[in-house]
């Protein structure tokens, strides 16, 4: 029984909401081991209450789980119960009234200007030897900088999207949510002359017989575009190259300092808000810390009591 719950609850998630696959895994994880640990003491969703719910989080707590995988696994139960509550599988939410372990709000790591300049230099500087993927990943990292997009809606992009070099790029984001992203000029520069190389390489294999991609990344690989996996391999080379650590160098990284350097710069949050492609200001208002040092700096260089 708890079995065809979590499918057809995710089910409905995947049809309902749009939700990613990746949210959809971790959902699945986390009521996975709700289940078998109900199953352990003879409970199961359809006769358990508040109280057995509380036992499991304090449960997770001795197991030593972080408090934001905690309040992500009482999240998923949350939204379990509200959907059994909903369809008449109960007819009460024995988790509405339950208070989890807050996740702390860790300010984001990021990069400096110089040292995304460095990385794009190095992705440059491949051109002599392997000029292809010089293009390729010149053409990834100036589009994740210039517009903050997640890893995912990166290497999913479709062609279409990059045709008519385009001043805008519309992203496919969380939900299936659309937005569009100005694109910088060496972001459009990058694009055009990846596409002019991926073309070739398309036209050769449709003349070959083969299926062309639909992917502005394309991939041998299962999903046909290259993976979050392989543009991390990418990315961690390319700081070797660069002279920084690879552990300071993620994709989201990258987007963080996409966010950082606007609003250092004076862009808008709200503005910020919408090309990061997030639901609610507060997720955005994290970056607000770049401006600590600029605004002391403020003061103490322009406050008439700060001078002589």
Sequence with gaps: MMERWIST??????????AARNTLLAYGRDLQDFAAWLARRKLDFLTLDQADIEDYLTFCADQGLSPSTRARRL?????????AFDEGWRTDNPSIRLKGATKARTLPETLNEDEVDRLLDAARAA??????EALRNTCLLELLYATGMRVSELVTLPVAAARGDPRMLLVRGKGGKERLVPLSPPARTAMVEWLAQRDTEQEALRKAGGQPSRFLFPSHGADGHLTRQHFLVILKDLAVLAGISPARVSPHKLRHAFATHLLANGADLRAIQTMLGHADIATTEIYTHVLDQHLKDLVLTHHPLAKD
């Design 9 to 18: 609850f995710l089910e409905a998630q995947a049809a309902e909401l749009g």
């Design 127 to 132: 051109s002599a030897a392997r000029p292809r």
């Design 75 to 83: 999240s998923a139960v949350r939204q379990l119960f509200r959907f």
